[in-house]
C-alpha cells in the first residue's frame, strides 16, 4: 500500500467491516492457555477527551481505553477527573494507554514522572510494556506518526525511525494490541478523505509478523468500528476504532 499522505486516502481493500460503532465496544476473548475456556469480555473506549462521564458503559471483565482521555491544553488539570472515574468503575481490570493531547503521563525527558503509581492509580498504564490477564497477552503503546507544526497535540508523536523502534518492542505472541494511533488503511481515513492518520510502519508489524487476535486504536475521529482482515493460513485479525462518540471532533 505504501506509507506516503495522497490526494485520497486509502483503505485496504481485504478489510471487513462488522460494525459501525457505538460509544464502546465490546469483545470476548478466550486463550488457548485459558484452561477453563472462559470467555473475557473487554470494554474499549478511546478518544474521550475529558467526557467519561457520559460513556454508558456495559458490564465486564477488562475496560480498555485507547489514549486522548484529555485535552491537549488542560491536560495535567483533567487527569484527575478521568482517575477519579476509573477508581469507581466496577472491572477487574482497567489498562490505559496514552494519546497524543495526553501531555499528562508525557514526560520524554523525567520518566519517573509517568509512573503511573503517581498517575493513574486506578488503572494499569501500558507505555511500550504489556500485561497477562488469564492467560491473555496484552500489549499497550502510545506513539503516534509526527504531523505538522500546525498540530499542537503532540505527546507521543514520533518520527518514523524512533515509531519503528517503538513497534519492534511489540511480542510475537501479543494477542491484543492496545495502541492509540490506528494501522495505515484500517478505519484511518482523515475527515477530509485526502490522506491516511494511521502508521504504515504499525501495519506492517501487524500484518507480517505479530498477527494479534484483536487491535484496538482510537486517534482517528469518526471511523469508529469494527472489522476484521483474513490473514492467510491465521485467524482473522479483528480490528477496532474505538473513538468515542459522546463530544465534537478535537484539534
Given at each position: 500500500?505504501?506509507?506516503?499522505?495522497?490526494?485520497?486516502?486509502?483503505?485496504?481493500?481485504?478489510?471487513?467491516?462488522?460494525?459501525?460503532?457505538?460509544?464502546?465496544?465490546?469483545?470476548?476473548?478466550?486463550?488457548?492457555?485459558?484452561?477453563?475456556?472462559?470467555?473475557?469480555?473487554?470494554?474499549?473506549?478511546?478518544?474521550?477527551?475529558?467526557?467519561?462521564?457520559?460513556l454508558n458503559l456495559p458490564e465486564g471483565d477488562v475496560f480498555v481505553h485507547c489514549g486522548d482521555f484529555t485535552k491537549h491544553a488542560s491536560s495535567r488539570r483533567d487527569l484527575t477527573s478521568f482517575n477519579e472515574f476509573l477508581g469507581?468503575?466496577?472491572?477487574?481490570?482497567?489498562?490505559?494507554?496514552?494519546?497524543?493531547?495526553?501531555?499528562?503521563v508525557y514526560h520524554p525527558d523525567q520518566p519517573d514522572l509517568s509512573k503511573p503509581s503517581h498517575l493513574l492509580s486506578n488503572a494499569t498504564y501500558l507505555e511500550d510494556s504489556g500485561i497477562e490477564i488469564e492467560g491473555i497477552k496484552i500489549w499497550g503503546a502510545p506513539w503516534t506518526k509526527a504531523r505538522g507544526i500546525k498540530y499542537r497535540a503532540k505527546a507521543f508523536s514520533a518520527n518514523?525511525?524512533?515509531?519503528?523502534?517503538?513497534?519492534?518492542?511489540?511480542?510475537?505472541?501479543?494477542?491484543?494490541?492496545?495502541?492509540?494511533?490506528?494501522?495505515?488503511?484500517?478505519?484511518?481515513?482523515?475527515?477530509?478523505?485526502?490522506s491516511n492518520e494511521g502508521c504504515p510502519q504499525l501495519e506492517n508489524v501487524i500484518m507480517t509478523r505479530v498477527k494479534p487476535r484483536v487491535h484496538c486504536f482510537g486517534h482517528s475521529h469518526g471511523n469508529y468500528g469494527v472489522g476484521e482482515i483474513q490473514v492467510e493460513n491465521e485467524l482473522p485479525i479483528t480490528f477496532i476504532n474505538a473513538a468515542a462518540l459522546i463530544r465534537p471532533p478535537q484539534v
Open positions: 500500500m505504501g506509507g506516503q499522505e495522497s490526494r485520497e486516502a486509502q483503505t485496504r481493500s481485504d478489510l471487513r467491516r462488522i460494525e459501525k460503532g457505538s460509544e464502546v465496544f465490546q469483545i470476548y476473548h478466550t486463550s488457548p492457555e485459558n484452561a477453563t475456556g472462559k470467555k473475557i469480555r473487554f470494554v474499549v473506549t478511546s478518544d474521550t477527551h475529558t467526557c467519561h462521564d457520559n469507581k468503575l466496577p472491572y477487574k481490570h482497567k489498562l490505559v494507554v496514552g494519546g497524543n493531547h495526553d501531555f499528562c518514523p525511525e524512533s515509531i519503528n523502534m517503538h513497534w519492534s518492542k511489540i511480542p510475537d505472541d501479543t494477542a491484543v494490541l492496545i495502541t492509540h494511533t490506528p494501522p495505515f488503511g484500517i478505519f484511518d481515513v482523515h475527515r477530509t478523505g485526502t
